[in-house]
Nanobody, 131 residues
């Protein structure tokens, strides 16, 4: 059974930093991509970052240069990280860790988590950025 468990998030002032972590288990990580989506209130669920099994990385244009995605699969524990620097109020959202085959990652969905059987989701973690 696939499990994704997030940690991190919280509240910070604009210009601050936060780190998100996701522990991933139960699927072949050498075949799946792992990424992060965010849901900003009633807006779409947008893909923030994605790392492929070959370590090719995508980062959303509006956060490029501020957010960094990384992974670590040492010691039989697969971890996905999203380090967020220079946070802005518009980064306020619920952030979701997600895992899927590379072609199953959409650029956006109507809402997170999106009920597509081929995509696995974490429980979501709130990030609040104040002015």
């Amino acid at each position: 059974e696939v499990h994704l468990v997030e940690s991190g998030g919280g509240s910070v002032q604009a210009g601050g930093s936060l780190g998100l972590s996701c522990t991933v288990s139960g699927f072949p990580t050498d075949e799946f991509s792992v990424g992060w989506y965010r849901q900003v209130r009633s807006d779409d669920c947008e893909l923030v970052s994605r790392v492929s099994p070959t370590r090719r990385t995508y980062v959303l244009a509006s956060v490029k240069g501020r957010f960094a995605a990384s992974q670590d699969d040492a010691e039989n524990t697969f971890m996905s990280y999203l380090l967020m620097n220079d946070l802005k109020p518009e980064d306020t959202a619920v952030y979701y860790c997600s895992a899927a085959g590379h072609d199953d990652f959409g650029w956006s969905f109507a809402a997170c988590p999106y009920p597509k059987p081929s995509i696995y989701w974490g429980q979501g973690t709130q990030v609040n950025v104040s002015t």
